[in-house]
């Protein structure tokens, strides 16, 4: 089965980034420690960073790229909660 490789952001892929950015946003509101929250985001920025350039330059299929935004959605869930729920 051949997957198709696309190397320029459709549709799909904006509405796929703003749901990502939509749940940052609200991962934003009242986090545990926001000084943290913030400093641990910056994870989340470079592995974003780093999505684009590598699907600029190599290109990835659409379900790859969704699975790669699933992983930063857990990562801004983790985040908002400092990865425990212990306080």
Request: charge should be positive.
């Amino acid at each position: 089965m051949n997957q198709i490789i696309d190397r320029q952001l459709t549709g799909k892929y904006w509405l796929s980034l703003a749901v990502l950015a939509g749940c940052i946003l609200v991962a934003s509101i009242s986090p545990l420690e926001f000084p943290s929250y913030l400093l641990h985001q910056i994870g989340t920025v470079l592995m974003l960073i780093t999505l684009l350039i590598v699907f600029k330059k190599v290109g990835l299929n659409f379900a790859s790229f969704v699975a790669y935004l699933g992983f930063l959605l857990i990562h801004v869930l983790g985040t908002h909660y400092l990865y425990s729920c212990a306080l």
